[in-house]
Structures are given as C-alpha cells and as structure tokens.
C-alpha cells in the first residue's frame, strides 16, 4: 500500500471538462438538492460504512505574518514573522482527532509579539464538524457548515459547474456546488464545496464569510481553502489546506493591514493502522516541548523555503475565493459597518516643526457613512506663524478598489520630486540646530481624483486640480543655528490635469523586486506678477530594482523628471540634493528644468551584536552593510554658479540595522571641493507613518 500513489496519478491527469451548468440553472433545484442531502448524509456517517477506522499524517506548514501600509496598500505585504512546523496527525472513526507539533521554527524580521491562536497550528479535519469556528472562536462565530443539517435551512446552493478527475482505473465525477446564505445579514459561509458525484464524498471547499459572521470588527476577511486527496482509491482526505486572515485599521488615517497565512501540505498518509483509544485523550492540538521542537531537522533556512506564493500580494487562490464570495452575495455582506475614526496621514499631521509654522498641532475625524462613502476633515496651527491649515475629502470606494474623490486644502506642498528625510528627523533637526530639509510653499484651492487599481498590475491616478499657490515666509526660530530662506516660489494660480501610474514592487523579469512610477501633467499658469497666462507639461519616472544576488541584494534606484520649454514657476522645478536624491550635496542644491538621479547600492549582511526586545523577539545578529555610489546629471536654460548644470556624483556607505529599521549614512561629494553628509534617519518603510 503506498500512500497518496493514486492522488499523485490523478493531480497528473486532471481535465477541466467545461461543462458549466446551463444559464438557466435554478437555486436548490432538486438535482442540486438530491447531491447536497447525500454529502450531508455522508458527513454524518463519518465515513464509517467506507472502511476507515482510523489514519496517521504528517502536516508541513507555515503560519506567516505579513504586513501592509499606506493608501490602497500600494506595496507588496512585508514579511514580519513566519513560523514552519511539523505536525504528526492523528485520526480516528466517528469524529476524533488528535495533532501533535514536533518541529518549529520561527523567523523575526521586524519587531512583533504576535501570537498564533492554538487552531491555528494544526489542520482542519473532516472538513469542519457541523459548525465552524476559527481563530478558538475569536475570529469566526459559531456558523452552520453548508453541508449540515442545521445548513440546510441557511443556505442556498446551486450546481454550478463539473469536472473529471482521470486517474489510472476510473474516472471521478467532481461536481461543485455554489452556497450562498439565505440572509447575508447572518453569519454563514460564502463559497462553493466540490462533491464526488458517485460517493458524496467532500473534495474541496473554499468559502468565506458575511460580515455578520466576523467577530473582530477589524477584521477585513477570512478565506479558507481546504483540498482532499483520494487515498488508496477509497478515501478523501486532507491533502491541502490554506486559510488567509486579513485585518486592516486605520492609525488616525494612515491605512494599515496585517495579514496572517497559514499553508499546509498534508503528506504520508496511511490509513487504518489500529490506534489505540489512548491516542486521543486530552486537549485536540498539543506541542512537543519547546527544546524537541527546536531540535526538529527541516531543510535549509524559513526564508529560503517559503513559498513565493505566501511572499505574494493576494495568492491567486485566496484571491478568486473572495471574488467568488463578491459574486455571491451583495458587497454589503461582506462590508465593515461604517465607523468614525482619527484622521491623519502620519505623525507629522499630529506633531511637527518647521521653519514656516515652528511648532504645530494637528487633529482631524474621518466618519465613514456607508455605501462606500467617507467624509474626513482635519486641520493644524502654527505657533510661529499664528495661522491655521486645513483640508477636506469626499470619496467613494468600491468593493474593487476604485476610488473618487473630491477634495479642498489651504496646506503646503513640498517641491521636488522626492522626500529626502523622515518627517519625525527633520522636526527634530529644525527644533534643535535650525536644519529643516523640507522645500514648503502655499496652495489653496482643490482637486478632482479617480483611483483605479490594478491596471496591468499597478494603480492608475488621475488628477483635476484649480489652486492658487504662493512663497511662504520664515516665521520661527531653532533652539540653536538659524534657518535657511524659504523656496522663493511664483505667486499664480494654475489648472493641472494628470496622471500616474504606479506599481507597488511587483515580481521583477529575473525574481527580485521592481517598482515603477510614472508622471505626467499638463499645466496652465496665470502669473500674478503680470497676468500672463503659459502652458507647460511636466513628466516624471521613478524605478527601484531589486535583485538577490548570492548572498547580498543589488539595488538600482533612478529618480527622472522634466519640463517643457516656457515660462513655470520655481515650485515645479526639478531638485535634487540630499541623502536620497544626491548625496553628499546640500539639500536641493541641484536643480533645473530636467534631471536624472541614479543609485547603484550593494547590500550584504555581516556579524552584529544580537539584542534582546523582551517579547517583540530578537533583533538579528546581523548587520546591513550598503556601499553606494550615485550620479545626479541635471540640465537648465544656463548654467550659473548659483545653478549649476551638468554631472554631480558621489559615493557612500550605508549601514542597515535593527530590523531594518534604522540607517546611517556616509557621502562624499566627487564634484568640486570635497564635502561630507553624515545621515542618520528611520528605514524608508516607515517615512509614510511619520
């Protein structure tokens, strides 16, 4: 007898017969019916009339916590901590069940103390009992199982297509049937089950559920997949399993989602080999003590073996489940209630200082209203300046990500076309030695703004805008040092419609990671100095490659912008200088009317000093070590000494630690007289938050 041969044949030659029901096929028609009370009546029986008394499994797997930030979750998840373990299974006729963890290990790359609820350790046998609960009942409420007696009158079902299973001696009619809840305003599952048509056995079942079924309100969905093997040619049982527990909040307004993923593949089975009743006494899901667990012999590293699919944005199977349940029941049954939050983008919306406001404070509401609308309102003063800021948003947003907005500001925008150091370090640079590397000017007016994710693979943004935009004077004083003038921008007022497309790391051509940004408006300018009216169009381009090569990781960064020929205001320039954009060179030093900025960076891991965070784990005993060199090449009407054009490289070393959560950098400037840029700031991950 060897285990799972015939499941092997049969993954080999399975044939999507296409015979999708007719159009016309009705809910809980009586063929659909007559198959649904026999997989019921099967479940019941616990497949004792089958012949299997009992059975032995080995269960691999991964629990893994991942996490997303920002607006629509632009970026891939971020692996925090994944866990691989070892499960011996155990079951046995009618309904008991007994998993023992042999083997764990676990991998810490940012600080968490997250902790695994006990279900979540082992697998799911028999396809749950009659009801189903997840996370020991803190995730999922008690909900009927579709094929029960209690689901009978809960649920609707619906044959809706077919499939054969070939396998060396027979063919396997696979039927699926669709389940929906007769009031998707109560808890239930959301999915299809697959029943063999001959026996009535469970095949597969992949479901999530209504919202009313949820417990946590933080909770975004569940998704369960759950794949049964044919062993020995007689009996389904597990083979494969993944569940995918998504939660997301908002700190004040700042989205924020972490993501739970377990993946199990259920090996070695071997059914009937007489255990004794003993096997089974005391709690379900027990561990090996921790020592045995550690001890346990896996192969290679966590990081090396998981799957890339667990890496991923959404796993393609996870991801057609909640479609699926999308398509079956109304979005307002699987929607979070509206609710009335703190709104603001990052710390700095809380708290900042700088040489226009000195020290402000801010504060802002977000109230959600249903239907996909949600109004927000907040607002910052000065102390320096002795004047108030504020903006306003309207937006819809559907189920599937699109987005409309309008909104109204009386705010500073930042010029240049990127951030050179974290809101949290720059506030503490201005307050304390009169360093502030942020480039403010006014604007006043408002903007028209439709989101549609998941255009070939990114987000596209476009953009409407009326806006009077003005210079901004210094209005504060650091504890020591003193302030640099403030950007001299154009008084005028414009109209702009643009567009940017985006990508949030995806899959590179040869593996790595590869983000992408791309810019493009078009600008009407009337002067106040004189009341000229110019056009101009401005386009930017923003690549980030990153490549495992061997041990270290090769990263390529280019940052490019330009403007067409014509009068534009000083704001829309291009810039450059900084620790981001041209290192070594004093902040926005380098500027013209098109430009390139250019990375190549080199990071490899060496020996560090391990610390201890108590129950947020370990931080690695390794440390980042970055070597860079960087060109920026910008071009302008003429070059004078006090804009200069031309090519301005330099080369660093950087030092990553601490979960990746801090970096220093060293720069020396190749052009002119040598000059030297000490930075040390908080990882880029973390700018948004701050």
Known sequence: MRP?????????????????????????DARTRALVLAAIERRALQLADTGLRDYTARAHGYLTFLAQLGEGFPDPPAV????????????????????????????????????????????????????????????????????????????????????????????????????????????????????????????????????????????????????????????????????????????????????????????????????????????????????????????????????????????????????????????????????????????????????????????????RLGRGFSTSLAGRYGTANDEPRWRGNLEWRAAGGLAVSLSGVDEFREAGDAQEVSGLRNSIAAQEFG??????????????????????????????????????????????????PTLAADSVDIWALGGRWETGGAPGPIGGRLRIGLGLSGVRTEWSSDGETTSHLRASLYLERQARLGSGELVLQTLAAGLSAGRTPRQSEVRFGGPVTAPGYAFHSISGRAGVSQRIEWRSPIPFVPMDLGRFGKVPSTLTLAPFAHAVWIAGERGTPQQPVGWFPSVGLGAIGIFDLLRVDVARTLRGAPRWLFSVDVGRDLWPVL
């Open 4 to 28: 799972l041969r015939a499941v092997r044949t049969a993954a080999l030659m399975v044939i999507l017969c296409a015979a999708r029901a007719a159009d016309g096929q009705e809910w809980n």
């Open 435 to 484: 360093s502030d590397w942020t480039d403010p000017y006014g604007v006043l007016g408002g903007t028209l703004r439709v989101v549609r994710p998941g255009l070939l693979g990114g987000r596209l943004t476009f953009e409407l805008q009326r806006e009077a935009q003005r210079p901004l004077a210094v209005s504060a004083r650091p504890s020591s040092g003193r302030y640099e």
């Open 80 to 367: 925090v901590k994944s866990d691989e373990l070892m499960v011996e299974v155990y079951w046995g006729a009618p309904d008991r069940s007994k998993q023992r963890v042999v083997g764990r290990r676990d991998t810490l790359l940012l600080p968490t103390d997250i902790r695994y609820h006990r279900d979540h350790l082992g697998v799911v046998q028999n396809d749950f009992p009659a009801i189903i609960r997840l996370g020991d009942g803190d995730e999922v409420r008690d909900v009927a199982h579709p094929l029960s007696a209690a689901g009978l009158a809960v649920y609707d079902y619906r044959i809706s297509d077919s499939l054969a299973i070939r396998t060396a001696d027979r063919a396997i009619d696979v039927m699926m049937v669709s389940v929906r809840p007769k009031d998707d305003r109560q808890p239930a599952a959301v999915g299809a089950v697959h029943i063999d048509r001959v026996t009535a056995s469970v095949v597969r079942m992949t479901f999530s559920f209504t919202r009313a079924a949820l417990k946590d309100r933080q909770l975004e969905d569940v998704s369960v997949i759950l794949e049964n093997g044919l062993v020995d040619g007689r009996f389904w049982l597990p083979r494969r399993q993944e569940i995918e527990i998504r939660r997301s909040a908002s700190w004040m307004d700042f989205p924020a989602r972490g993501i739970i993923r377990g993946r199990w593949e259920i090996c070695c089975v071997q059914p009937n080999v007489g255990l004794p009743a003993s096997t089974f006494t005391g709690a379900e899901i027990v561990e090996s003590p921790r020592a045995a667990q550690r001890a346990y012999a896996f192969d290679g590293t966590i990081l090396e073996n998981l799957p890339e699919e667990v890496r991923a944005l959404d796993a393609e199977e996870v991801r057609r489940v909640q479609e699926e349940a999308r398509a079956l029941v109304r979005a307002g049954a699987l929607a979070r209630t509206r609710s009335t939050s703190p709104a603001a983008r990052g710390l700095s919306d809380i708290l900042r200082v700088n040489r226009v406001e000195g020290l402000a404070f801010g504060a802002g509401i977000t109230q």
